[in-house]
């Protein structure tokens, strides 16, 4: 039976006391590469941005000679992974409690591997969020964590290989492989969250088919930190209808710490791996940050993304350094290697302007106050168990 718990920090001040560890789990760094595809399909899904996105690409084919390419492009999040492992620690760490830090990037292990040569984070699970293709429509992000450190490389290409090519008998041997690991933990990540606007009914259609399929290889459903109150309840639902465990997931891509994380008295992160999957038992606490309105969370999270930081690393500086398109010969390069004067063009930095103007203290604290919704924070302190 599963038994997974919720408690609010900013109800009950003491909710972490009496536990060893906090664990923070799904977060990103600059190794993560964050797909701009998306902005394609915004000029289908709104017809009014189809004529800027059209004198866009235009103008970049005619004065740069540069095709544009949404789908080749991305952006990478502005924390290093030092950075974010100190980020999400010190926050565990101000609860007197310590940090087990897992960051997950898309589709890659580099994080972990690189900050397993830092002696304070010599310990860090190798983890990964797996795009995983479903049902010819969609994907599914899937976060594995604590793959056996021998076998980390082979287990990112077999994930690889099927990325390529996608086949549902093949994701099953997958999950059936990796629930044979003992000490691998796989956690069904944001899963109500229509990540390619296929229509709520049909997605829900495809989540239902998949946990049908492959739920009793999966280890939990997050309840994500940065998705809104209303989905985070109808995944309690999904949980409790599917019999499974929720688990915390704060899916970080800014500097703000991760929103919620679990509470565990294991010692380290293989025994809290055993507490969910043997024990089927889960404490998720979220912190604070998470009763901020959403749309507030989501203006300060894309704020993050491009924000300069002049005293972080060369390379994570400036926004247009994190962001990456092909050069006129396919090669993928910064942005800020592309501009003409090595600066961007006047419309893309008054767009850039306009949108760092709604951080500014006075229309950033009004806008907060518009979007603040009294109601459901107080539907979420009556849902105490889950």
Same mark, same amino acid.
């Given at each position: ?48 941005s ?16 540069v095709?544009?390419d ?9 924390m ?26 898309h ?20 983890s990964?969020?797996w ?8 994907s ?7 793959l ?54 049909? /997605? ?42 929720l ?9 703000e ?32 940050q ?5 749309? /507030? ?10 924000r ?20 006129a010969?396919?090669?993928?390069r ?18 850039i ?34």
């Open positions: 039976m599963a038994n997974s718990t919720i408690s609010y920090l900013w109800r009950d001040h003491r909710a972490a006391q009496g536990f060893r560890s906090g664990v923070s789990l799904h977060s990103h760094t600059n190794q993560s590469k964050e797909t701009l595809d998306f902005l394609a399909g915004i000029g289908n899904q709104y017809p009014v189809r004529p800027l996105l059209a004198r866009m690409e235009r103008k970049s084919k005619a004065n740069y000679g095709q544009l949404f789908a080749a492009s991305y952006w990478t999040p502005p290093t992974p030092r950075l974010a492992f100190d980020l999400e620690s010190r926050q565990i760490e101000k609860l007197d409690m310590a940090p087990m830090v897992s960051l997950s990037d589709d890659n292990i580099n994080a972990p591997m690189l900050l397993r040569t830092v002696p304070s984070a010599r310990h860090i699970p190798v990964v969020e795009s995983a293709p479903y049902g010819g429509v969609q599914f992000h899937l976060g594995i964590h604590n056996p450190s021998e076998k980390a490389v082979g287990w990112m290409l077999a994930l690889e290989d099927y990325t390529a090519n996608p086949s549902d008998k093949r994701l099953t041997e997958i999950l059936v492989a990796l629930n044979d690991e003992p000490n691998v933990l796989v956690v069904f990540n944001h899963p109500l969250w229509d990540l390619y606007l296929i229509g709520k009914e049909k /997605h829900e259609f495809l989540v239902n088919e998949f946990l049908q399929k492959n739920g009793a290889f999966l280890h939990a459903l997050e309840l994500n930190g940065l998705r809104n109150w209303d989905e985070n309840r109808a995944v309690r639902r999904l949980a409790e209808q599917w019999n499974m465990l688990i915390s997931g704060g899916d970080r891509h800014g500097v710490p991760n929103a919620n994380i679990n509470l565990t008295n294991a010692s380290c992160f293989t025994e809290f791996v055993h507490e969910i999957r043997r024990e089927r038992k889960s404490r998720v606490l979220f912190m604070p998470y009763a901020e309105p959403w749309k /507030h969370r989501l203006l300060q999270s894309t704020l993050d993304a491009i300069n930081y002049p005293d972080f690393p060369q390379g994570s500086r400036t926004w247009d350094e994190r962001a990456y398109h092909p050069d010969n396919g090669v993928i910064p942005l800020s290697e592309l501009w003409p004067q090595g600066r961007p063009p006047r419309a893309i930095a008054l767009t302007g306009l949108v760092q103007l709604l951080g500014s203290g006075v229309v950033s604290g009004g806008l907060r106050l518009a979007w603040n919704d009294a109601n459901q924070l107080r539907l979420a302190l009556g849902e105490q168990e889950a």
